[in-house]
T-cell receptor
Framework: AQRVTQPEKLLSVFKGAPVELKCNYS??????LFWYVQYSRQRLQLLLR??SRESIKGFTADLNKGETSFHLKKPFAQEEDSAMYYC?????????FGTGTRLKVLA | SQTIHQWPATLVQPVGSPLSLECTVE??????LYWYRQAAGRGLQLLFY??????ISSEVPQNLSASRPQDRQFILSSKKLLLSDSGFYLC?????????FGNGTRLTVT
């Protein structure tokens, strides 16, 4: 079965502290994994995809097939990073999301 | 460039009334189309997806249905709305890559 788990509903960190948003997945084939972000009153938008292996807004995510994880990391959180973050998994056609983690960066 | 249009932005409907939400995509051909419901604490729940005209896959058996009468048109419908159908509905498209979302429809069933 195709499944995405984000165990934390809310993560609060202080500005300048490291951030790690957890994502675990279940999929029998070779998945394509993504992180999406939704800022207040804005449309859901793509942040990262694992095949790109890039850093966007200081965020990175590495696919760990052994642990079936795709955690999102940033070494130094900024207040503007406060948003809702969703991990997503794409199979051949289905595209499913985790329940999301709200990140609050405190001044 | 590709764009996605979803309407209406907000809708208030009484229980038992019908529903029709429409989504259209411009600037691409043969996209995969998706309907999601977004609820606090439940993330984005995949409702339906379509890989071609007339092809609909249902993920959650419920009071809703979807249709794709044209390549770039995706419609979410209900014959009789329930209170539990209230929520925020998102349409999305993709073509070999990430999803692109519409602005969503806030549906309130009263």
């Amino acid at each position: 079965a195709q499944r995405v788990t984000q165990p934390e509903k809310l993560l609060s960190v202080f500005k300048g502290a490291p951030v790690e948003l957890k994502c675990n997945y279940s999929y029998s084939g070779s998945p394509e994994l993504f992180w999406y972000v939704q800022y207040s009153r804005q449309r859901l938008q793509l942040l990262l995809r694992h095949i790109s292996r890039e850093s966007i807004k200081g965020f990175t995510a590495d696919l760990n097939k052994g642990e079936t994880s795709f955690h999102l990391k940033k070494p130094f959180a900024q207040e503007e990073d406060s948003a809702m973050y969703y991990c997503a998994l794409s199979g051949t056609y289905k595209y499913i999301f985790g329940t999301g983690t709200r990140l609050k960066v405190l001044a | 460039s590709q764009t996605i249009h979803q309407w209406p932005a907000t809708l208030v409907q009484p229980v038992g009334s019908p529903l029709s939400l429409e989504c259209t995509v411009e600037g691409t051909s043969n996209p995969n189309l998706y309907w999601y419901r977004q609820a606090a604490g439940r993330g984005l729940q995949l409702l339906f997806y379509s890989v071609g005209i007339g092809q609909i896959s249902s993920e959650v058996p419920q009071n809703l249905s979807a249709s794709r009468p044209q390549d770039r048109q995706f419609i979410l419908s209900s014959k009789k709305l329930l209170l539990s159908d209230s929520g925020f509905y998102l349409c999305a498209w993709r073509y070999r890559g990430p999803l692109h979302f519409g602005n969503g429809t806030r549906l309130t069933v009263t």
